[in-house]
């Protein structure tokens, strides 16, 4: 196959996932966006590999690109950048507590969590779900294939439903964007 077949194949392919997509689920994701910066409340995002990537794109687009015109700006916070605090906690305890310590640190009731996985099972996301869940604050969870545990445990789950992790990776990334647009356009701001 040509290249340019591939990427076609590849177009369609992802549309149909995307125009599949459960659209229902991300108006409960914009609403609960609204209802934290209402009330002043942190969002926390996290992921791993393009989907931890995914968390501090997402991250950046909400606190720069929906605030920068606002006086009240959202509090949004990947877990997934400190590096340092990330590499102490795999090494020091276990890779699957690396989110949940960071949590224990700075989880207050009312905040969120944005839970990104490609596969819905990783088992430090489940750890920090679990947790949150533990803590009384709602999740969000955003993953592919089957949707895994996450789908589960998640009080709000958006299903990027295709068995390909890049495509996965893709509708996560449109997934915030479309948040970023819509929570724009709620605030009365152009989109840009």
Do not use: W
């Amino acid at each position: 196959m040509n290249c340019q077949a591939f990427a076609s194949r590849y177009i369609e392919e992802f549309y149909q996932a995307m125009t599949a997509m459960d659209k229902v689920p991300f108006e409960s994701f914009c609403q609960v966006m609204l209802k934290a910066y209402e009330e002043e409340k942190t969002i926390f995002v996290l992921g791993n590999g393009g989907s931890a990537a995914t968390a501090s794109h997402g991250m950046c687009d909400i606190n720069k690109g929906v605030c920068l015109e606002l006086d009240k700006k959202f509090r949004m916070i990947s877990l997934c950048d400190n590096i340092p605090t990330i590499t102490a906690i795999a090494n020091d305890l276990d890779y699957s507590m690396i989110f949940v310590e960071q949590l224990k640190n700075l989880l207050s009731p009312g905040d969120i969590l944005l839970a990104i996985s490609g596969s819905g099972n990783s088992e430090n996301i489940i750890k920090a779900v679990s947790y949150a869940h533990k803590s009384g604050n709602t999740v969000v969870g955003i993953s592919g294939f089957d949707g895994g545990r996450l789908a589960e445990k998640s009080h709000i789950h958006i299903h990027i439903p295709v068995h390909d992790m890049q495509k996965v990776e893709d509708g996560q990334m449109m997934v915030l964007h479309m948040l970023m647009q819509s929570l724009r356009q709620i605030l009365g701001l152009r989109l840009c």
